[in-house]
RNA sequence: CGAGGUGUGGCUCAGUUUGGUAGAGCACUACGUUCGGGACGUAGGGGCCGCAAGUUCGAAUCUUGUCACCUCGACCA
């Protein structure tokens, strides 16, 4: 018998089980047959579509435009920025021949010997490289800065070990890479676009989010500063989710890319990059979702409002479909997202299970009773709440609630989290806290190698060093609760996915 | 790449210890009764048991090899 969501109530036991099976049952995704790699359903491609628009919305705002660059970066792109090749080199695919033949011992193809590159090819596990090389040829002086570019795309990582979402092999994301004149400039537009992120994790997928600034062995490969946002899940682990580095002079360096400035002198460019992935789908499926599927905020809700039709024959479900027809239209002029299923190859209590466990925001119901007092029930996703009530105005009722529920899916998620966040000032004490979960504020010396030996004893990293407060006291020094040595504040430390 | 585990219909699995006609539930098809919280009855369709070699009169079951996947490490958005 297969696994069911409600029998996995023990979630935080078996989070990984639970969230695995959410993802597949909800029609989100699957694990596809090619190694490491998922396939996205159309019902979870539509969340990841809402998503796009609005960040692509978001990053025009900004001024960001958008580019394409190519999938394939030449092997020694990826060698002439130090760290950035020691970072991704042990997960590149690579392209060795261009030519397949068939097979002279009969049946299919094999690869073509004659066929060798000269020089291999990596399927991009990020484009810095090939973008740089790129940008290289459109800046000559100052005035061809900023250049202000975003790329969506696909991305290939050899990972060791993958999950639906949260690590795939090849993942969507997109991609922003701009170049500045001076460093205050591309220092801003890092710490901008990390702004950009934590309001749409926020006000869009309803998921609370940490802002802050990586330690040194947390920071991209390549990168002077990189900056994140954090969030929480309910098993108390942290998910990395969005991220935005400021890159200093390094790649300009690397690909040898300098500009005249005001005063006709030779500089090289500053450069940031940022990026947000299909991982979003993992932390908007891991903070909402209860046991009866998945929990979706109205704002990236596919169908914000499903309507189903209870019947016992044709000449009523006729009038059902006569009364909701006035109800869908005023609701789509409103800019709701509805469907009407009255499908008649599956039972209403079917139906009901399984916009639940796709997460649908609103269900309207309308039935016998219904019909003759001029009514319909009402049920809320993310309480399960049921009313009766008339319909008389119900599209604005809709409307509003709605937007409650879009408020109160982030409130319960903002509850859960700062209920995790805990301060210590002892490693033993943190020892002890950390097997609970959540985020803990503790000083630290600054050094990589507390870091190390924190991270080797406990599990625990350090998830950023925030921006703002969150207990009294957190951004007055202290003292390191592993070495003793002074540490500026207290930073965010948690185990992660 | 280290340690463990699993490969049997579309899905979840039993059967392997002790070799002897390929099983169950769900899903699917048809008909009927149902329909206000994942319906029920009856009848049906679908699998050379991951792949290869070996042992045997006979292999899903034993042996060897191989491939894939999962969990935990290491790595990572």
Same mark, same amino acid.
């Given at each position: 018998?297969?696994?069911?969501? /409600? ?21 989100? #995704? ?15 491609? &539509? ?5 796009? =628009? ?10 960001? %435009? ?18 950035? !090749?020691?970072?991704?080199? $042990?997960?590149?695919?690579? !392209? ?57 795309? @696909? ?30 400039? &591309? ?15 926020? $006000? ?6 940490? $802002?802050? %600034? ?16 954090? #969030?929480?899940?309910?098993?108390? $682990? ?11 002079? @390094? ?72 009364? %909701? &027809?006035?109800? !869908?239209?005023?609701? /789509? ?9 009255? #499908?008649?190859?599956? =039972? ?14 609103? =269900? ?8 003759? @007092? ?34 109160? %899916? ?6 859960? =989290? ?80």
């Amino acid at each position: 018998m297969a696994v069911e969501l /409600k029998d996995l109530t023990k979630r935080s036991e078996n989070y990984s089980q639970w969230y695995n099976e959410l993802v597949v049952k909800a029609d989100l #995704a699957e694990q596809s047959a090619v190694r490491g790699c998922m396939v996205i359903k159309p019902y979870g491609y &539509a969340i990841w579509e809402k998503m796009q =628009r609005q960040l692509d919305d978001m990053f025009k705002e900004t001024g960001h %435009v958008n580019a394409y660059f190519p999938l394939l970066i030449p092997k020694s792109f990826l060698s002439r920025e130090a760290e950035h !090749v020691e970072g991704f080199a $042990k997960e590149c695919a690579v !392209v060795t021949h261009y030519r397949l033949k068939n097979d002279p011992n009969g049946g299919g193809v094999v690869v073509d010997p004659a066929a060798k590159l000269e020089e291999e090819l990596i399927i991009r596990p990020t484009s810095e490289t090939i973008i740089w090389n790129t940008y290289k040829n459109w800046i000559n002086s100052y005035r061809d800065l900023p250049i202000l570019c975003n790329q969506w795309a @696909n991305v290939f990582r050899w990972e060791m070990r993958t999950r639906l979402f949260l690590r795939t092999a090849e993942f969507l994301w997109q991609e922003g890479h701009t170049a500045h004149a001076t460093r205050e400039e &591309a220092e801003e537009e890092a710490v901008r676009m990390l702004n950009v992120y934590g309001e749409f994790a926020e $006000k869009y997928m309803a998921v609370p989010v940490v $802002k802050g %600034v990586k330690s040194a062995n947390e920071r991209f490969a390549g990168a002077l500063n990189t900056y994140t946002i954090e #969030a929480m899940m309910q098993d108390g $682990k942290a998910l990395q989710s969005g991220t935005s580095h400021f890159l200093g002079q @390094n790649f300009a360096k690397a690909f040898d890319v300098q500009f005249v400035n005001k005063e006709n002198k030779l500089e090289y460019v500053w450069a940031t990059s940022w990026g947000v992935s299909t991982r979003l789908m993992g932390a908007l499926i891991m903070t909402h979702s209860d046991d009866n599927g998945l929990v979706l905020p109205p704002h990236l809700a596919p169908i914000q409002v499903v309507i189903v039709p209870i019947y016992k024959n044709a000449e009523m479900l006729a009038k059902i479909d006569e009364k %909701v &027809a006035g109800i !869908v239209a005023k609701l /789509k002029s409103m800019g709701i997202s509805v469907k009407y299923d009255n #499908a008649d190859n599956k =039972r209403p209590g079917f139906k009901f299970a399984d916009y639940e466990v796709k997460g649908v925001p609103v =269900r309207l119901v309308m039935g016998g009773r219904d019909l003759e @007092n001029n009514t319909m029930e009402i049920m809320r996703r993310d309480t399960l709440e049921k009313e009766t009530r008339s319909c008389e105005g119900i599209e604005e009722y809709v409307k509003d609630l709605l937007e409650e529920i879009q408020a109160n %899916v982030y409130k319960k998620a903002l509850d859960f =989290r700062n209920s995790k966040i805990t301060s210590v000032d002892s490693y033993d004490e943190f020892k002890e806290k950390i097997e609970e979960g959540g985020f803990i504020l503790a000083h630290w010396d600054g050094t990589p190698e507390t870091e190390e030996k924190i991270k080797e004893e406990t599990k625990a990293t350090i998830r950023c060093i925030p921006f703002d407060s969150f207990v009294p006291g957190d951004k007055e020094p202290g003292k390191c609760m592993v070495t003793g040595k002074p540490s500026a504040c207290r930073v965010i430390f948690a185990r992660s996915y």
